[in-house]
Structures are given as structure tokens and as C-alpha cells.
């Protein structure tokens, strides 16, 4: 995983309308980068839905969101749209980006080992600048948390 005081390398995905995004086009905003396993999973959705019920409030402080994982931009349209997501969710079904942060790695359950999306979130300043590292994040308050950070 990253570490704190990293310069990021710009990147470019597509989001939920297959439009391509670049880390770039955020320059001079505090870019919040998380991380999550799958759309529409309980865990998830409470990460996302936390994220959206604080977005005006991070919007305020400067900052942008973008959600990455590796499900379909079709499938990142549905989940924006379900559950009234404002913030951008970017596909990465090749993991570039993911391995880049290292938010791609071994995962246990039940004993046995493979390899998944670590729930990981970043900050970054202005420049690209990782500031904080949230290495194992909890997806219920996620949102109030990285607000409470900024």
C-alpha cells in the first residue's frame, strides 16, 4: 500500500457513463481515492450511501470523491442510480489503479487465502500528495470519518 507523502502518478478510467476520467482533471482539489470489493453488496452500498450523505459537506471543504473497483461501468451506472450516488465511480476491471495504491491484495475468509480489493481509502492534496492512508476501513461511518479528517 502507498504511503503517506507519496506523489501519485495521474490515471485514467472510465466512469459510469464510459467517459474517460484522469486524476488530472482534479487538479488544485483534495482528491478522496476509495476503494471497495463490489457494487450493490451490503457493505459497499453503506460505504457508499455514508460517502453520499456527507458529499456536500466534503464538497465544501475542498475535496472531490471517486470510488474505484473493478465492477463494469454498467454496472457502476446501476449503483450510482439505485442509490443516488453524486460522486464519480470509476472502473478498473484490469487493476491498474488498484495495484498502483496497492488496494489489490491476499484477503482471508474463512480460513482461506485469495487475492481481492483491499477497502482502503486515500487522501490526497492539491498536488497529488497522499496525506492520509486509511489502510482497513470500516464502510458504515467511512463518509463522517474522512469529513472529520478534512
Known amino acids: 500500500m502507498v ?5 501519485m502518478e495521474d490515471f485514467s478510467l472510465q466512469d459510469s457513463e464510459g467517459k474517460d476520467v484522469s ?8 482528491v478522496v481515492v476509495y476503494f471497495y470489493p463490489k457494487d ?3 457493505g459497499c452500498t453503506r460505504e457508499a450511501c455514508s460517502f453520499r450523505d456527507n458529499y456536500d459537506a466534503i464538497l465544501d471543504r475542498g ?16 449503483f450510482k442510480k439505485k442509490y443516488d450516488l453524486p460522486f464519480i465511480l470509476l472502473s478498473d476491471p484490469d487493476k491498474t489503479v488498484l ?5 489489490w491484495g ?4 474463512y480460513g482461506k487465502s485469495y487475492e481481492g480489493i483491499l477497502r482502503s481509502t486515500f487522501i490526497l492534496d492539491e ?16 463518509g463522517t470519518e474522512i469529513l472529520e479528517y478534512l
Open 3 to 7: 504511503e503517506e507523502g507519496t506523489i
Open 23 to 30: 486524476l488530472s482533471d482534479f487538479s488544485g482539489k483534495k
Open 40 to 42: 450493490n453488496t451490503p
Open 63 to 78: 475535496a472531490v470523491v471517486l470510488g474505484i473497483s473493478t465492477d463494469s461501468v454498467k454496472s457502476h451506472g446501476n
Open 99 to 103: 495495484k498502483r495504491f496497492g488496494a
Open 106 to 109: 491476499e484477503k482471508k475468509m
Open 127 to 142: 498536488n497529488r500528495k497522499v496525506l492520509k492512508v486509511f489502510p482497513k476501513v470500516s464502510p458504515a461511518d467511512h
